[in-house]
């Protein structure tokens, strides 16, 4: 597959959301043929960020993709190399605002750099994700250092609304498809848009030379402010913002080598 007209020159940065963008939703490994696709395109002198709503990658991928840059937390917290850019946190006042929530029932995760704190409701149990990174209760939750809020409730929608309304600093995604049962909540500032921009300016790539890759309704500010945007999958919100639309994470690694021959002049 040969790309459509694109930043065919270097510097080159290439951005990839995670879950059903790099990888299949909820996922932690690379398909083949995106990790060989990306290892033609770094042998290249391509430069990579992952820019995903999770509080880590998995390390599997982290490995196959070995990114120049990392933004977690929906753009929260970027580390570009060894280096911590930046960390958005709630202040107290929003972290109370965020936690006097309506959704009786819900299930509510707080994050922090190094911990999970969960809010289960009785008889449900916790994810096996949670399981896997270990948690401690929301209770014990500190008042300082929480980056991220995560809902799972079917009426998510009108928290939402609410906060929209009542602290529309606050960055909201989700509570919409394909995600309508789960809402993420982050500090002010903390989106993929400002992050991507933070990684091209410290990785002295200029937007234009930028390519984003992204298929949620998290992924919109970042596929508005790259360079050339490519949405994975048929999400009717990201299609406005598209020059190329894959069909899913599929078939990424054939657009990446496709991306690489032209690099290659070939």
Known sequence: MTPPPFPARLPLLLAFDLDGTLIRDGGTELPDATAQALARLRGLGVKFAIVTGRDTPPRSVREGVQPDAVATNNGGRVEVGTELLAQAEFSLEDLQAVLAHELEGARLVLFTPETLYV?????????????????RPLAEAPQEGIVKAGFYHPEVAALARRLRESHPHLVLTGAQ??????LTVTPTGAHKAAALVQIAGALDVPMENVVAFGDSDNDEVMLEVAGYAVQVGTLPLLARHADHQLPGHEALGE???GIAAVLEGK
């Open 119 to 135: 809010d289960l409701p009785a008889g449900v149990g916790p994810e096996p994700w949670m399981l896997a990174r270990g948690y």
């Open 177 to 182: 498809n394909p995600y309508p049962h789960f």
């Open 255 to 257: 657009y990446l080598n």
